[in-house]
T-cell receptor, first 115, second 115 residues
């Protein structure tokens, strides 16, 4: 199979702090990883696409200085929400695809609550 | 640009009844199409996908979908609903950007199954 994990699954933080979310492909090498955001009862919105060893490509309207993405290896990508505010509270989901593959495998998601 | 429209934000069926979830897409290139299922507070699980070849695609849990180019549709069906099918279903089309191939999701359809 193709398993993607995320850590933590749930995080609560104070406004102004930074939070790091990890996304790992456990049994395959992921050249490309994607970060999505999902608000309650809504669809997933693509935030950024990251390729191992290069800068992430952000979607229009996503602040790259606020949502820092690092894809340091073929099995790990991290999303850091800097200076988090209550409006950043959301469900963040990552996905990964194999080299040349069209199918994305999704992590279980991370629920962020900023107080 | 690609887009996905899911008709009906909420579908209710009785256990044993036919399930039909509608999806229409817009794409300037031959599309890759996907159906994912999401259970509460979880990530997305791939049900099935269409890339090329046979237009009737069979997936997991008894679901299938048919790609109809003339109708720009990719509706999801299951002959007999089970209580465990109650979940959120997302149709998606592949979207190639500078960095890779991400997914554009529809708004989702909540499937309720009653006994």
């Amino acid at each position: 199979g193709a398993v993607v994990s995320q850590h933590p699954s749930r995080v609560i933080c104070k406004s102004g702090t930074s939070v790091k979310i990890e996304c790992r492909s456990l049994d395959f090498q992921a050249t490309t990883m994607f970060w999505y955001r999902q608000f309650p009862k809504q669809s997933l919105m693509l935030m950024a696409t990251s390729n191992e060893g290069s800068k992430a490509t952000y979607e229009q309207g996503v602040e790259k200085d606020k949502f820092l993405i690092n894809h340091a290896s073929l099995t790990l990508s991290t999303l850091t929400v800097t200076s988090a505010h209550p409006e950043d509270s959301s469900f963040y989901i990552c996905s990964a695809s194999r080299t040349g593959g069209e199918t994305q495998y999704f992590g279980p998601g991370t629920r962020l609550l900023v107080l | 640009a690609q887009s996905v429209t899911q008709l009906g934000s909420h579908v209710s069926v009785s256990e044993g009844a036919l399930v039909l979830l509608r999806c229409n897409y817009s794409s300037s290139v031959p599309p890759y199409l996907f159906w994912y299922v999401q259970y509460p507070n979880q990530g997305l699980q791939l049900l099935l996908k269409y890339t090329t070849g046979a237009t009737l695609v069979k997936g997991i849990n008894g679901f299938e979908a048919e790609f109809k180019k003339s109708e720009t549709s990719f509706h999801l069906t299951k002959p007999s609903a089970h209580m465990s099918d109650a979940a959120e279903y997302f149709c998606a089309v592949s979207h190639r950007n500078q960095a890779g191939t991400a997914l554009i999701f529809g708004k989702g359809t909540t499937l309720s199954v009653s006994s």
